[in-house]
C-alpha cells in the first residue's frame, strides 16, 4: 500500500483512526496543553496511540496535528515551532503505519473567523496553512486531510494553502455538520459535497459533531447529491458530557460498531471514528465490518 489511489482501488471500506486527543489526555496529557508538543516531548506515547490504530485495522493514520497551524498554536506560544511539531508528527505516523497504513496530514481549523465576517485575512489564512502542509508533506504523509471546518471560506483558505506547499496531494475534506444538520456557518451536506468534490476534494464527508446519527445522515444526503464522490464518516462516540472537568463519550464499541456497517451502507467509503474513541471501538467496527463482508 503506497498510495491514495491504489488504496482506493482496493475492495471494500476503507477504515480510518479513531480520536488522538482522547488517547493523549487517557494517557496523561493535561487538559488545556498542547497535544502537538506531545510530537516532540513525548513521542513514545504518540506513537502508541498511532500504532494501536493500526494493529486495530485502521488503514489510515491522522497525524497529532489538528491544532498544529500558527493560528491554534499561538495560544501556547508555540507559533514558531509550527514546522518542527508538523514534520514530527508527520515522522512518528509514518513510523508507525510502516506498509500498513498511509498517514493523512491532519490540518483542522484556525480557530478564527475570516474576513469579512472576522478578523483572520484570506491571504493570511492560506499562508498559514501553506506552512502547516508544506512541513507534515516534508515529514512523509501520503494525503493531506482537512477537518472539522465549519466554513465554505476557510476550507477555500486551506486547500489553496495545500496547494501551496503541494501540486497533486490528494486532500480529503471533512466539516462538522452539528447545527440542526448544518454547519456553525450554515453549509448543507449537499452543498458541501458538491463545491468540495469541485474543488478537486479526492474524498468529502463529515466528522466529528453529536454522534453517529448526524454523520449517517450527512452521508446519506451527500450521496444523494454528489453520487459519484468518494465519501468519509467519521464520527464522535456519542454525544459528550462533562465528568469531573472532562467530556465523556457515551457509544461504546457495540454501538461504534453498529454505526460503521451503516455508513457504510449509506454509502461511506472511508469510515473512521472521533473524538471519544479509542482502539476498542475502531477493532470492534473492523469486526463489524469484516462480519458483514463489507472490508
Same mark, same amino acid.
Given at each position: ?57 485502521? &488503514? ?52 478564527? +473567523? ?20 508544506? !512541513?507534515?508533506? $516534508? ?14 471560506? $476557510? ?13 497533486? +496531494? ?9 447545527? &440542526? ?33 448526524? +454523520? ?49 451502507? !449509506? ?29
Amino acid at each position: 500500500m503506497t498510495t491514495w489511489s491504489e488504496l482506493l482501488a482496493q475492495p471494500g471500506v476503507i477504515l480510518a483512526d479513531g480520536a488522538m486527543g482522547t488517547m493523549l489526555m487517557a494517557n496523561g496529557l493535561e487538559f488545556g496543553n498542547s497535544p502537538e508538543l506531545w510530537n516532540v516531548d513525548e513521542p513514545r506515547r504518540v506513537g502508541a496511540v498511532h500504532a494501536a490504530y493500526v494493529e486495530a485495522g485502521a &488503514r489510515i493514520l491522522l497525524t497529532n496535528t489538528f491544532g498544529g497551524n500558527r493560528f491554534r498554536l499561538q495560544l501556547h506560544n508555540l507559533q514558531e515551532r509550527a514546522a518542527e511539531l508538523n514534520r514530527a508528527a508527520a515522522r512518528l505516523a509514518r513510523e508507525a503505519a510502516g506498509g500498513n497504513a498511509l498517514v493523512a496530514g491532519d490540518i483542522g481549523p484556525s480557530g478564527g +473567523i475570516l474576513a469579512p465576517l472576522g478578523e483572520l485575512e484570506p491571504e493570511a489564512a492560506v499562508a498559514g496553512f501553506a506552512e502547516q502542509a508544506a !512541513a507534515l508533506v $516534508e515529514g512523509g504523509v501520503d494525503v493531506i486531510w482537512l477537518e472539522t471546518m465549519s466554513s465554505l471560506e $476557510e476550507m477555500r483558505a486551506a486547500l489553496d494553502g495545500v496547494r501551496r506547499a503541494s501540486a497533486d +496531494i490528494p486532500i480529503i475534506t471533512t466539516m462538522t455538520f452539528d447545527t &440542526r444538520g448544518r454547519t456553525m456557518m450554515g453549509v448543507t451536506p449537499e452543498r458541501a459535497a458538491q463545491t468540495l468534490s469541485g474543488w478537486g476534494a479526492v474524498a468529502v464527508g463529515g466528522n466529528c459533531g453529536n454522534g453517529p446519527d448526524e +454523520i449517517l445522515e450527512v452521508v446519506a444526503k451527500m450521496r444523494a447529491t454528489a453520487p459519484g464522490t468518494t465519501l468519509v464518516a467519521k464520527a464522535n462516540a456519542g454525544v459528550p458530557h462533562l465528568h469531573a472537568g472532562r467530556p465523556v463519550y457515551g457509544a461504546g464499541p457495540d454501538d461504534m460498531a453498529r454505526y460503521a456497517t451503516a455508513a457504510a451502507e !449509506a454509502g461511506a467509503r472511508v469510515i473512521g471514528a472521533c473524538c471519544g474513541s479509542t482502539p476498542d471501538h475502531l477493532r470492534a467496527m473492523r469486526d463489524a465490518l469484516a462480519a458483514k463482508g463489507l472490508l
